[in-house]
């Protein structure tokens, strides 16, 4: 799809009804909850690296802070000045890891929304959980979590009122970019804030009770269950998508939007 037609087809989008998306939110959900396990599963399983990585510099400075202990009171070792450099390169260490740490969560979550979409419309899996993290996507996942991490930043350091306006243009960012990854970022993010802005009300309602509701439902399954409940979050920014923008391959076109 091309922006321009997808830029109209937002425009032309009819308002969302809550309680047909929430109803077909659990639908879907009944289908896709063990993928949505699995997708989380893989989350975690290439975070724990960039998490191991990140504490490197902790037990560093751990190390260095009872090096210092034990030699300051001779006063011969000047261990502050290695002590201020070794923070610093936490803070960018971090921030270096928490954009790679979005942008594969990105990746892996726009593939989900690909798997919602073959289970709702009966469509056979053909696409890889990692479809997203190689070739001519992995550096325009990595632009987008720059670029979301941005957008969000700046809404926090604005008094973060503006966090709750943004939660939602960056919400549908994910489902957007799944289902039209050859659009360049700038477009990807335009469209975002144009459907945010036209369903704002009722995509922050969504947004909101389906997470708070996963994570009740988690909670009461012993804690253990937020793990497969968690995914339910996605099923509302899925109908989002689709009974705005919609797809080119349900039954009844011609024509297939499906990236293999």
């Not at 989350?43 to 998490?51: A, D, F, K, S």
């Not at 726009?110 to 053909?126: F, I, S």
């Not at 945010?196 to 909101?208: E, Q, S, Y």
Request: glycine fraction near 8%; aromatic fraction near 16%.
């Amino acid at each position: 799809m091309l922006a321009n037609q997808l830029f109209e087809k937002i425009e032309k989008s009819a308002p969302l009804d809550f309680g047909d998306v929430f109803s077909k939110s659990f639908d879907l959900f009944k289908k896709v909850w063990v993928q949505g396990f699995v997708h989380l599963l893989i989350t975690l399983l290439v975070m724990l690296p960039l998490i191991f990585i990140m504490y490197i510099p902790i037990f560093a400075l751990a190390g260095l802070a009872g090096y210092e202990s034990s030699y300051d009171s001779y006063g011969d070792y000047p261990a502050e000045e290695l002590s201020i450099g070794i923070t610093i390169l936490f803070v960018v260490l971090v921030l270096v890891i928490s954009m790679i740490a979005t942008a594969l969560q990105f990746g892996i979550t726009a593939h989900y929304y690909r798997v919602c979409k073959q289970a709702d419309l009966g469509l056979p899996e053909t696409s890889s959980y990692f479809m997203f993290l190689k070739g001519k996507y992995l550096g325009k996942i990595f632009t987008l979590a720059i670029a979301t991490f941005g957008i969000a930043l700046l809404a926090a350091l604005l008094c973060y009122l503006p966090i709750f306006y943004v939660m939602v243009p960056l919400q549908l960012l994910g489902v957007i970019f799944a289902f039209n990854p050859d659009l360049s970022v700038n477009d990807l993010i335009k469209g975002s804030f144009k459907l945010g802005n036209k369903i704002w009300l009722a995509a922050f309602g969504l947004i909101l009770l389906s997470s708070i509701l996963s994570q009740i439902v988690g909670m009461l399954l012993c804690f253990v269950g937020i793990f497969f409940t968690a995914s339910f979050v996605y099923m509302p920014v899925y109908y989002m998508y689709k009974n705005t923008i919609g797809f080119e391959d349900e039954p009844g076109n011609d024509e297939t939007l499906f990236v293999k």
